[in-house]
């Protein structure tokens, strides 16, 4: 395990530096480190992909807990129009047309339906590397854009539901949907509450006690804690690694868990783009290469087109929205997932794998030199619509620019922040959180006895 450790290390530092130096984003780099080590290159694999598999699954769990840390559940509320039109747009666009993709190749109802679902969710995990390595995270779109991810990710739960139930009994099965959608709407009941009243409250209370090294380990304590949860109630592990960075950003010492956590995210994230890397086959690109850029395209055309839509529709300006488009022009993590569950169920057709990882490779290359091409395509889309239209976009962009400008300042509270900061005021919340601390310095004074 120390020796697959160093191999990755060396591997994606020397591969990184290489790349930094042609000035090309590192997350390229450490995908061609994975190609390199892994078993398709050279015929031999340098280091255990079960090893690597494993540590990549803990670094999209530490990259998400580390969004979340960066996101506030008022962004997710105050986004809503976007986020819900954004993404329902997105997702029914895609589907439609994935599954006219698999129809096209002769596949069968099932195994397009599962081709669809891997074409509609883009990657959280790559969409805020590129925004973050472009320099782009302070931009207005990425709180629509991040909205909009989060969304997806709690559709994709539902529709992995769906698609079991369709492959299994080749019928749509509206109870266990009904269920899972209920179980989801507790689970998210149960962070609005915990973030509001549990956790920031007890947090403040021992703050004083706090050093960085128990506060971090605090934090990683209470994220595993809740995918463990997420895995329970048939959720997400990813979900449940956002859900506790979402709840932990509500509490006063938020910055500076992340910044303890970007090392760590760091080192971690690396490894899952490697082990992406690992995953392509140089034969099999050669063998359907043609099916590879026909995916590719559609990935990218169909999620400029409908994440436009979706965002323009949602209220966004027509920057903001071509932005958010450009960045989304891949997908990943739930795809592999859907893409793995297809495989398990003995359902789904085995060229679909390699073509699905090896698209993902190639949009995941070509994401960040897109994402460079939204505000010329905006330029050139601007200066040659009709006036009418650019009208309309003038007009949009000034009503967003007076809703920035009407919100509160950093200096004064908003109404939902009064509203929290009395509910987590409330008499039994701090007789709760008294009562636990109570209990807990009880308990080591009888242990220190």
Known sequence: ?????????????????????????????????GVLVGPNLFGETLVNPDNVKQWGDIGVLFVLFCIGLEFRLKNLISSGKVAAIGALT???????????????????????????????????????????????SKERFVKGATSILIVEDVVAVVLMV????IAIRHQFEGAELASKVIDLAITLAAWFICGILIIPTLIRKVKKHLNDETLIILALGLCLGMVLT??????SSALGAFVMGSILAETVESHRIEKLMTPLKNVFAAIFFISVGMMIDPASLAEYWVSIVYVSLVIIIGMIL??????????????????????????????FIIAGLGTSLGVLNPIIYPIIVASSVVTTFLTPYIMKAAVPCYTFLYNHVSESMRAKIDQREQQVAAAEATKPSDGKSSLADRVRHAVRNTFITKHLVNLFIKNMSAHDEEHGS
């Open 306 to 335: 409908f994440a436009t839509l979706g965002c323009w529709w949602g209220g966004e300006t027509l920057r903001d929205s071509m932005l958010t488009s450009f960045s989304f022009v891949q997908i990943g993590e739930f795809s």
């Open 1 to 33: 395990m120390v020796q697959d450790l160093y191999i990755l290390m060396i591997t994606a530092a020397v591969v990184s530096i290489l790349f930094k130096l042609l000035k090309q984003p590192v997350v390229l780099g450490y995908i061609v480190a």
């Open 230 to 235: 997420a895995e329970e109630a048939g959720f």
């Open 90 to 136: 997105i997702i029914g666009g895609m589907m439609l047309l994935g599954y006219a993709v698999g129809k096209d190749a002769k596949l069968d109802m099932v195994n397009s339906l599962f081709l669809a679902g891997m074409l509609c969710m883009s990657s959280t995990t790559i969409v805020m590397k590129a925004i973050d390595e472009a320099g782009m």
């Open 162 to 165: 769906l698609l079991s139930s």
